[in-house]
């Protein structure tokens, strides 16, 4: 099985809060064995913070779209 099925296996399997657990620290187990640095671990948490941020402002922006259009139509 490739490693891409498994990973569906375990998050379609698992209690999502438990799933996230582990799959962050299998993460950090491969960032560090492929020489990644504290401070390179850290970069790359806040560029996933970042892209979470950018995704939950463009739904509140289109959220935010359609009740204005709910607004004008009703």
Do not use: W
């Not at 209690?15 to 671990?41: H, M, Q, W």
């Not at 995704?55 to 139509?73: V, Y």
């Amino acid at each position: 099985m490739s490693r891409r099925g498994s990973l569906d296996m375990v998050m379609r399997n698992m209690d999502p809060e438990r799933a996230t657990r582990i799959l962050a620290r299998s993460l950090y187990k491969e960032l560090r064995k492929n020489g990644f640095t504290d401070k390179d671990v850290i970069n790359f948490s806040r560029e996933i913070i970042e892209c979470m941020s950018q995704e939950m402002r463009k739904q509140t922006a289109t959220k935010a779209a359609h009740e204005n259009d709910r607004l004008l139509i009703g």
